[in-house]
């Protein structure tokens, strides 16, 4: 009996710690998305992901794009991402199957679109935007 009281506060601090009750942080970015990057001589090199966004940690996989036209294909073709988001910004880690990796800096902007730079092993800072697909 003398252990009851310690055990019952252990147990609340637990489930306390646990996150129970807490709201999402920002907005959910969960779902399909579709855009572009400008990358090097302006080509729009396509972005095409799906994301699955618990509480502001994101993570998902893209690509499924004809890389017969796009010369940053083997970043973008077939990928894995995974990072973290605010109110107004994320950013994402990806790497693709051809071992390329990259790193998205996002702003939601006031339209619902993400808007920012990729910077990748084979290229530096291109422009992007995205937006909603589903």
């Keep these: 009996m003398r252990y009851a009281a310690p055990l019952a506060l252990a147990a609340v601090a637990t489930l306390a710690a646990c996150g129970h009750g807490l709201q999402p942080s920002g907005p959910d970015l969960s779902g399909h998305w579709r855009g572009f990057a400008t990358i090097g001589d302006g080509l729009p090199t396509p ?67 993400l808007a920012g730079t990729v910077t990748g092993s084979e290229f530096l800072r291109a422009p992007f935007t995205m937006s909603r697909a589903d």
Excluded: K, P
């Design 47 to 113: 972005l095409d992901m799906t994301l699955a966004d618990d509480r502001g940690h994101v993570t998902g996989s893209g690509g499924n794009v004809d890389c017969r036209y796009f010369t940053y294909c083997g970043s973008f073709g077939t990928y894995s991402v995974s990072g973290t988001h605010d109110d107004e910004w994320m950013r994402l880690q990806g790497a693709s199957i051809y071992d390329r990796t990259w790193v998205l800096e996002a702003h939601l902007e006031r339209d619902g679109t």
